[in-house]
């Protein structure tokens, strides 16, 4: 069975090229427009790599990056938080698993990913 | 005091003739001396008439009293005559008169043995005093036509008279020479006085001319501070303000009585304002600095730039503080829009990029079905022109950033071989599609770790080749990075390119400009890529070079401290 992924994208078309690369390197891919539907699904499931977008809507990255990583029971999930800001990024690589800064691209994220995936 | 000057009005006859006024005045003197005498003498005879016999009266003092009386009345009709009529007439008459007088004031026969003839000088002197000086002599000739008749009538003997004609013709003389040469002196007086006074008025007329010239001169001052659009205020080296023009006292709209005296503190009091704004206002003018130097406050809902310098005098000593104050609102506000913007354009214009990108690399990648050469070459234009257009995009960001002082570095150790490594990644294919060679080379002896911002020297290098790649048609690029000193290194790119002409070599690292404004289209790009490489290395403290010869190729240098500071800026 195929491990979940969760892409929190704001973006229509940045999270279907996500989901694409996601599915691609063997993921069952959910993705969610805003920091609170992302906050509710993520205590519900345990999600193998969240693809977490830093400017979201009503609950932003950062906060959502800090829940996941507080959780005890999502301690094995990998968050990849994706920026455009290449200071956010380096405010959170000490927090995140990976940080990829903006433009990125479809194979980029699914060869990382895909990694991952065999992990 | 009072009586002198009551007297001195009395004496003085107003004439336009100052010898006239001073001849009159003399005569006026004599006159008052005869009319005060004769006034006693009178007095003192009607006091005899009282005290003594009549008959004793009559014998005695009654010739007295009838030519005292006569002199008296003589005197005062003179005087009139003297003050309100010609004063040679009057003097004439008063010479007539006396004359006759001393003529008479001997019996004839005494006159002849010349128990009185000395009296006979008495006009000749005062003829020269109280008419021209040469009337001495007319005065003399009457006094000898006088003796001449008195002696021929009374004696016949003119001989024993001989002398004293001579004598009264060389009193004559003297009188005249003296007479003559107080007028000349008085003229001269008179003459350095008026020259005098003349030059008074020269210098006066000067004077005035130079104080109203002062007067326009600081009335212009006062008028341009007046009217120039810009808040200025001016504090004295005590600190206290001295100077507010209106348009300071518009733009803080406050009134100028809160501002002229008011003390430096005092003034920040003005407004309320936060301890940011009035901590810079306070440094701003009790530091002065010699050089301008220019700071944003908020006042109240205005932004205000202002400007402070010392006023200093010729010694070079510092006399006050000036303080130029300008609505910076508009300006503020123009620039928040711009950043907005650039916000924007960051945001909104790389998204759309973004998916374009990555829909044509799915494409390309077959994740919706089969693809053929063609369209996968299709695909891989659209990637590689979307790239072109992030780039730029970025290059624009890069470039307003920089002018608004907001880009920031990334300093951290990195392995030179890595940004080789990294370029060349990038660059590579880039190259060969144009059929050049991208060749490369790390001094050994450079340390394996260096300080610096890997990202944006890789920006650097690939800025370099890229404006290489354009304008080399065949040959290659070479980059090296070399240690220079101990202190530092710096990067190289070389190229085979048609060069760069030397009058254009300094405009290059100009934003938005290109050698040949028809390269633009022919080379692409927006010229700001030579533009960035210079703003990014003077930011990390490096210095750019270049060096160039037409159809040869061209060589551009960085020279970078190896320590690189933490953070500078």
């Known amino acids: 069975m195929n491990e979940l992924a969760i892409i929190v994208e704001d973006d229509e078309d940045l999270a279907t090229i996500f989901t694409e690369a996601l599915q691609s390197a063997g993921y069952q891919v959910e993705t969610l427009r805003d920091g609170l539907i992302a906050q509710k699904r993520v205590s519900q499931v345990e999600p193998h790599v969240v693809i977490l977008d830093m400017h979201l809507p009503i609950v932003s990255g950062a906060d959502l990056l800090k829940q996941i990583k507080a959780d005890e029971r999502l301690k094995k999930t990998i968050v990849v938080c994706a920026t455009a800001d290449a200071r956010m990024g380096e405010a959170i690589t000490d927090t995140a698993d990976f940080v990829l800064i903006k433009p990125i691209t479809f194979s980029q994220l699914r060869d990382l990913t895909a990694r991952l995936h065999r992990l | 005091m009072k009586i002198t000057q009551r007297i001195n009005s009395w004496l003085e006859v107003p004439s336009s003739d100052p010898d006239d006024a001073r001849r009159r005045r003399l005569l006026n003197i004599i006159l008052a001396g005869v009319i005060i005498l004769s006034a006693l003498m009178q007095a003192f005879t009607i006091w005899l008439w009282f005290t003594t016999a009549r008959a004793k009266w009559i014998a005695g003092a009654s010739n007295i009293f009838w030519v005292t009386l006569g002199l008296l009345v003589a005197g005062i009709a003179l005087f009139i005559l003297n003050r309100f009529g010609p004063g040679w007439l009057a003097s004439s008459l008063f010479l007539f008169v006396m004359t006759i007088a001393i003529t008479f004031v001997d019996k004839p026969e005494q006159l002849v043995t010349g128990r009185s003839l000395f009296l006979f000088t008495l006009p000749i002197v005062l003829a020269s005093m109280l008419l021209p000086s040469w009337t001495a002599f007319a005065a003399a000739g009457m006094s000898i036509a006088t003796l001449d008749f008195l002696v021929i009538r009374m004696a016949g003997d003119q001989i024993a008279l001989i002398p004293t004609f001579f004598t009264l013709g060389f009193i004559a003389l003297l009188a005249w020479l003296s007479s003559r040469s107080v007028e000349v ?213 890069d470039q307003a950033q920089m002018e608004a002082g907001k880009l920031s570095l990334h300093i951290g150790p990195f392995r030179p071989a890595d940004l080789i490594e990294n370029v060349h990644g990038v660059l590579d294919k880039i190259a060969a599609d144009k059929g050049l060679q991208l060749t490369s080379e790390l001094d050994p002896e450079l340390p394996e770790y260096i300080n610096g911002d890997i990202a944006r020297l890789q920006q650097i290098l690939v800025n370099l080749i890229n404006n290489a790649s354009k304008f080399t048609e065949k040959g290659s690029i070479h980059m090296s990075i070399l240690l220079t000193d101990k202190q530092h290194w710096s990067m190289k790119v070389e190229d085979t390119g048609i060069g760069i002409p030397e009058d254009e070599l300094p405009k290059i690292f100009e934003a938005f400009r290109q050698v040949d404004s028809t390269a633009t289209r022919k080379y692409g790009g927006f010229g700001l890529g030579l533009a960035i490489v210079k703003q990014l290395a003077e930011l990390m403290e490096g210095n750019v070079f270049v060096k160039s010869q037409l159809g040869v190729g061209s060589t551009f240098s960085i020279t970078l401290p190896i320590n690189q500071a933490r953070s500078p800026k």
């Open chain 2, 185 to 397: 002196a008085l003229r001269d007086l008179r003459k350095l006085n008026h020259e005098l006074d003349q030059r008074v008025a020269e210098r006066t007329l000067e004077l005035s001319a130079a104080l109203s010239r002062e007067r326009i001169e600081s009335g212009r001052i006062k008028a341009i501070l007046e009217s120039i659009a810009d808040g200025v205020l001016v504090f004295d080296v005590s600190g206290i303000a001295i100077i507010a023009n209106p348009s300071l006292t518009h733009l803080l709209e406050v009134q100028d009585d809160q501002l002229i005296g008011a003390t430096i503190s005092g003034f920040s009091d003005v407004k309320t304002m936060d301890t940011y704004n009035r901590g810079i206002l306070n440094n701003l003018l009790t530091n002065p600095s010699r050089q301008l130097s220019n700071y944003r406050i908020q006042w109240g809902k205005k932004t205000l730039s202002v400007t402070s310098a010392q006023v200093v005098d010729r010694d070079g000593d510092q006399i006050g503080t000036v303080a130029v104050f300008r609505d910076y609102t508009h300006e503020a506000e123009l620039e928040r829009m711009k950043n907005t913007f650039l916000a924007i354009v960051s945001h909104e214009l790389r998204t759309p990029l973004n998916a374009i990108l990555g829909y044509a690399e799915m494409l390309k990648e077959a994740i919706y079905g089969p693809v053929n050469e063609k369209q996968t070459r299709a695909a891989d234009r659209i990637m590689t022109n979307s790239l072109r257009l992030l780039d730029i995009v970025s290059d624009l960001l």
